[in-house]
């Protein structure tokens, strides 16, 4: 199993900045991808970025430029940095894990809000 908790939502004012932090436990693979979904109400839950445990990323054309994954492989922890926040950004964010070279197993975060202010 693995744990993923996550830190950092609040309430913000369009145009600012948050960071996003999530600690994973449990029986992690060394090859594995972590990322960031976002849900708001009424919508499907969507990919923002991922990062693999070789630091390849992805993100949704919604957070180019603007928000940035990184991850601390010795902490089993990934980041997303939000500048530029728009209050379409508002949303629950949840975390995701998966190990790479194996049937895809998401693991799931228990979500953070993030709500911007207009």
């Known amino acids: 199993q693995v744990q993923l908790v996550e830190s950092g939502g609040g309430l913000v004012q369009a145009g600012g900045s948050l960071r996003l932090s999530c600690a994973a436990s449990?029986?992690?693979?060394?090859?594995?991808?972590m990322g960031w979904y976002r849900q708001a109400p009424g919508k499907q839950r969507e990919l923002v970025a991922d990062i693999t445990s070789i630091k390849l990323t992805n993100y949704a054309d919604s957070a180019k430029g603007r928000f940035t994954i990184s991850r601390d492989n010795a902490k089993n922890t990934v980041y997303l940095q939000m500048n530029s926040l728009k209050p379409e950004d508002t949303a629950v964010y949840y975390c995701?894990?998966?190990?790479?070279?194996?049937?895809?197993?998401?693991?799931w975060g228990q979500g953070i809000q993030v709500t911007v202010s207009s």
């Open positions: 449990g029986t992690l693979s060394s090859l594995n991808a």
């Open positions: 995701n894990y998966w190990r790479l070279g194996v049937p895809r197993r998401d693991y």
